[in-house]
């Protein structure tokens, strides 16, 4: 039976060729997103500026498996303790620092993309540290003196330096002439991401403004040391005093900790995408093989009449099957591979990927996809082959032009365990689910509901075929009544082309408006908190001492206030409502720039340790004015502070407000970055601005600019990601519009003999094609009421989640624009293949092979 079915490819290409088509771009989408998956698991971080170290020790970046927000530095003493470990023949620490070389007044590094700042940032450090690349000197010599500076060639040719000659560089805002002494490159001429300034071990330490702390400890080991026992015994003797050792591709991660949350962001995108992915590719595929097996039910009940028994016709159909669903798999990993590497590089272009990370694909992904294909077919073609195989011939002959019984127990339980699955996720999204993690349940509930939907569709086709024949018939005439006729008859094939119609608009409807109302969740994050007209942004490292005292002296200037942002964590009391991301921290100067007002307490008390908490959430920690609790701040420093004051935020998300002074200590730059500015009643905003940026024009890098810099970053990436959410699902969507125009031709192509019957029986072509577009009204109108009951199960629930309110304030055009869509498809997938069928004469027509 396997020669046979691999002829019968040959005389069944149409078919095949949906099938093909199925299967071809649902492999290349879960390819995809395993591609995704399997960097976020590695998450390879391969080191730069440490190459030259088998072993570094840094500091411990989790908290209770949560990534924390700045960089963790370790004690000078722990370097000595290293040193001393047995197989280590030197321990070299490295300092880092945010600097900026000047040229003409301005920076010479472009550091206008908020995404890459922090990764394309120059940074200073040690001499000492040089040989953990290694750098090497190409010209010059090694910086001997306090006024003395080395820079990569690059960073030099950038600002028109030459050894011999001054260069200006600005640190923590302040702005100092260095002499020029050397050149240096790393070996092998790589180029690594930060640029780095050297200057002599002690002025770096001076200048770090982190006095008795590094940020990595770089192992060199005595030659035949095995690195990875020495790596053990370093970690006894540190005797896991918040400090790590890292080895291999991990290495990196030292320079830059920002890109361990890289592998969050990679593992849940990928998780989230690529398990949409693989239910709606594995549901279309089976839905197109199915279908296309049904329509040979006439083909098998005659094989089973001359004496084929059932064992052979399941072999055949599987051997198809197979045949089939394996080329177009593995043909279809080739450009899922291509496209994985794209969304890979949108995500880094967008921040939520390190540019230290590198992007993996092996050969787990290309199983994965090869095997959800297979699964899918196979088990549509068994399930299918086995219906066939059980019926008699007489019986099958029958059931060829008569539909039988659709309301299987299998279909029925599958179709409770997708509702009650995506009800459950539902549930799920509005009372457990916050943060980022909100959206791995809101969005599969729509997909859960819309394939639970889809195998119930016969049954709602009867319904809504019921209440639409009359007006059709009372529109369209002989030609509308036939439509209703045939759909009455036929409703199990009409259900497999309303089945991914269900999935396009539930999927696209549901998913669009997930992230217009994520949007407006961000807005309304930041709104509400403080009053601001104008903000002075430092781009490289904080701004110089005293400059608030000079902004707030500055006329025109009603109140100014130092402002930060971080994540922390409430370590005690234990805090049963905090997210796996922390808490956002707002770091502020007294309250004078603070639109939200005390419930009780003082926010003029933000003095010293003190924070002001949301009142619901002061409520849930037991905690009141006066009381005290444990924070652990972005560096992972644990801090005692004492309530203040509780506020009510003006919306869903809130943070906990802490002084500037306090939490700008615990940041990795170690200093503010911005100073918002309220201008006074009948001040000129223009004559404000200038004064603001005479003020600053001795700290280049610092930009003067409206209220909008306080989201800047966050808008930006936000952007971003909703700019990789659209492709993604464009993505899904676009695979569910291939799956809706391959079944509606699939199944319209093969009533080319029920056509040319009946233009025999007097039909005219334009009867037919009116015909056609009733039936499909009729399919447009279960598939998008079905679709859009769906996306509701995802709708509601995420308004709930991000904004508190069941009916989200969202666009009616998106809704209108994804039904066009899908009114566009169907009419064109189901009138072309109409057209070209009834173009023969209708005596061949009726003769053809049904």
């Known amino acids: 039976m396997l020669s046979l079915a691999l002829r019968t490819l040959r005389f069944r290409k149409g078919g095949f060729v949906a099938t093909f088509i199925a299967m071809f771009f649902g492999a290349a989408l879960i390819m995809a997103c395993g591609g995704l998956m399997e960097s976020g698991v590695r998450d390879a971080v391969p080191p730069q500026r440490l190459a030259a170290a088998p072993l570094v020790v840094t500091g411990d970046q989790t908290y209770e498996s949560s990534q924390l927000a700045e960089r963790v530095r370790l004690d000078a003493g722990r370097v000595a303790t290293v040193a001393a470990v047995p197989g280590v023949a030197k321990a070299v620490p490295d300092v ?44 010059g010599t090694a910086p001997g003196a306090a006024g003395d500076v080395v820079l990569d060639t690059e960073l030099a040719r950038q600002a028109g330096a030459t050894v011999g000659t001054d260069v200006r560089l600005v640190a923590h805002g302040r702005l100092t002439t260095f002499r020029l002494t050397g050149l240096v490159q790393q070996a092998g001429g790589r180029t690594a991401a930060q640029p780095a300034v050297f200057f002599t071990d002690a002025r770096a330490a001076a200048l ?14 005595k030659p035949g040391t095995d690195a990875g026992e020495l790596g053990s015994r370093i970690e006894q003797a540190l005797d896991g005093r918040a400090a790590v050792t890292l080895a291999g591709d991990n290495r990196g991660l030292a320079e830059f900790p920002q890109a361990a949350t890289s592998q969050k962001n990679l593992i849940m ?44 016709l399941r072999r055949m159909i599987l051997g198809e099957t197979l045949t089939v669903s394996i080329v177009a798999s593995v043909l279809g990993c080739l450009p899922g591979a291509l496209l994985s590497r794209f969304l890979f590089d949108k995500l880094v272009s967008a921040g939520m990927v390190s540019q230290a990370v590198e992007f993996r694909l092996g050969i787990v992904p290309a199983v994965v996809a090869v095997a959800a294909s297979l699964l899918a077919g196979v088990g549509a073609a068994y399930l299918t082959a086995r219906k066939i195989a059980k019926t008699r011939a007489t019986e099958a002959l029958a059931d060829s032009a008569i539909e039988g019984n659709w309301l299987t127990r299998t279909r029925i339980w599958l179709s409770v365990l997708f509702l009650v699955g995506g009800a459950a996720m539902a549930v799920m999204t ?68 309303i089945t991914p119609i269900i999935l396009l608009t539930g999927i696209a409807t549901g998913t669009l408006y997930m992230q217009q109302i994520e949007d407006a969740s961000n807005r309304t994050a930041h709104t509400g908190i403080l009053r601001a007209d104008d903000v002075l942004t430092a781009t490289a490292g904080g701004l110089a001492p005293g400059t608030l005292d000079r902004v707030r002296h500055t006329p025109g200037v009603a109140a100014a206030s130092d402002y930060v942002t971080s994540t922390g964590f409430v370590q005690s009391p234990e805090d049963t409502t905090q997210t796996g991301d922390g808490w956002t921290l707002q770091g502020v100067t007294g309250d004078r720039n603070l639109s939200v007002r005390a419930a009780e307490g003082s926010l003029a008390g933000l003095r010293g340790n003190s924070v002001a908490l949301p009142v619901d959430h002061a409520a849930a920690l037991g905690r009141g004015i006066g009381d005290s609790l444990t924070l652990r701040l972005g560096d992972g420093t644990s801090a005692t502070v004492k309530v203040v004051a509780t506020y009510r935020p003006e919306g869903v998300a809130a943070s906990l407000l802490l002084p500037a002074e306090l939490l700008a200590a615990h940041t990795t730059d170690g200093a503010a970055g911005q100073i918002v500015v309220r201008r006074a009643p009948g001040a000129d905003p223009g004559k404000l601005t200038q004064a603001l940026s005479a003020l600053v024009k001795d700290q280049p890098g610092v930009e003067v600019s409206g209220s909008a810099a306080l989201t800047a970053d966050r808008t930006a990436g936000q952007q971003q990601l909703a700019t990789i959410n659209y492709l993604v699902v464009g993505m899904i969507v676009g695979y569910t519009a291939i799956s809706v125009v391959n079944t509606l031709i699939a199944a319209t192509g093969r009533r080319r003999r029920e056509f040319g019957l009946q233009q025999l029986t007097g039909f005219t072509r334009r009867q037919i094609m009116t015909m056609m577009s009733m039936e499909s009204v009729l399919t447009l109108v279960v598939g998008v009421v079905l679709g859009s009951v769906a996306s509701a199960v995802t709708l509601f629930p995420y308004s709930v989640a991000k904004l508190g309110r069941v009916v989200p304030t969202v666009p009616v055009w998106i809704y209108l624009a994804v039904v066009a869509g899908a009114v566009i498809i169907t009419f064109a997938a189901t009138l072309v293949p109409t057209w070209r069928a009834t173009r023969f004469r209708p005596v061949e027509a009726a003769t053809a092979a049904a």
């Open 96 to 139: 880092s620092f945010p600097v900026s070389v000047v040229r003409d007044g301005r920076p010479v590094t472009d550091l206008s993309d908020t995404a890459t700042r922090t990764e394309h940032r120059p940074l200073g450090h040690g001499w000492g540290s040089a040989q953990l690349a290694p750098y090497t000197l190409t010209s």
């Open 208 to 221: 770090s403004g982190r006095s008795g702390t590094v940020d990595a400890i770089g192992v060199l080991p």
């Open 269 to 312: 995108l990928s998780a989230i995408f690529g398990g949409w992915a693989i239910l709606v590719a594995m549901f279309g595929a089976s839905s197109t093989l199915g279908l296309t097996i049904s329509q040979r039910h006439r083909e098998m009940a005659l094989m089973k009449a001359i004496g084929t028994t059932p064992r052979q």
């Open 430 to 497: 509005m009372t457990t689910m916050t943060g980022d993690l909100t959206a791995s349940t809101a969005g599969p509930a729509c997909i859960l509901w819309a394939i639970g939907l889809a195998l119930l569709a016969p049954g709602f086709t009867r319904a809504i075929v019921a209440l639409l024949k009359g007006p059709l018939g009372a529109v369209s005439g002989l030609a509308g009544r036939i439509a209703v006729l045939n759909s009455r008859a036929h409703t199990v094939r009409m259900a497999a082309t």
